[in-house]
């Protein structure tokens, strides 16, 4: 954990990253962001079944794009706290020469860095921006630092674009990173819809605890992030249902988290 004396992690406040962490089984929390995750339990039992699920259509998604297509690059923007089978060990297991960006501008993700830094292969590289999302064409001007923009970048924003203040301004962070990269570059992205009425009540209650505010969307406005990119199949769907492995075939749980990997022409 890091120092709670640190000045700039609060620790009397709920962070959604540390929830979140929480749910995922995580130990990079603290007392209040464990009494939260409990009464957003209460509200919406599904939110940790969310959690779990997100994590594995990232894996799904980042292997089959450096096995299948051949994607040597990812920009993974607000990151959030290291779990397990981040993006970059999935990229370096698959293609250990893949090079890993990890944008989020929060202190106390800031303070795991290293754990991110670690690379799992020799030829690979794993890096870090300290960057908000709110501000892509920063991003992608560290990002140049470390990426080569005239060969294909996946880009990934996984269940972070609810913190985006409109709609508009959602669209606005996606295409401007998406206009910086190539041909042949692809959009990977999911986001809580407005599906579930308990999901909905769960983040009007977080809001209210002083924590950064999340806005479930209509799948439509989700949907919208993906116009003018070729959709892979299945297209977009719930999560659970993108590309499920044979272990996880059968009935599976339906969550309000919706989202997709698309190329860009």
């Known amino acids: 954990m890091p120092n709670p004396q640190d000045p700039t992690i609060r620790s009397d406040i709920p962070h959604s990253a540390r929830i979140w962490n929480y749910w995922m089984g995580g130990k990079d929390n603290y007392e209040v962001d464990r009494t939260v995750g409990e009464a957003c339990l209460e509200i919406d039992p599904d939110i940790s079944t969310m959690a779990v699920q997100s994590r594995q259509f990232l894996i799904r998604a980042v292997r089959h794009l450096a096995n299948e297509v051949g994607i040597r690059q990812f920009l993974d923007i607000g990151t959030g706290l290291p779990t397990m089978q981040n993006t970059h060990e999935v990229a370096q297991g698959a293609a250990p020469e893949s090079r890993v960006v990890y944008v989020d501008n929060d202190p106390l993700v800031l303070a795991h ?56 301004d959602m669209l606005r962070i996606v295409r401007t990173v998406m206009d910086s990269v190539p041909s042949g570059s692809h959009l990977v992205l999911w986001d809580g819809t407005t599906d579930s009425q308990a999901y909905v009540t769960l983040c009007e209650e977080y809001a209210k605890t002083g924590g950064a505010p999340y806005y479930p969307r209509p799948q439509d406005q989700i949907r919208a992030a993906f116009d003018g990119f070729e959709l892979l199949d299945p297209g977009f769907v719930p999560i659970v249902e993108w590309r499920p492995q044979s272990a996880e075939l059968g009935e599976r749980p339906k969550i309000a988290a919706y989202g997709g990997v698309a190329r860009k022409p």
């Open 113 to 168: 860095a290293r754990a991110l830094l670690i690379n799992t292969s020799d030829e690979g590289v794993t890096s870090y921006i300290n960057s908000d999302f709110h501000d892509p064409e920063q991003i992608v001007a560290d990002a140049r630092n470390v990426l080569n923009f005239t060969q294909p970048i996946t880009v990934m924003f996984m269940g972070v674009l609810g913190h985006a203040d409109s709609h508009q």
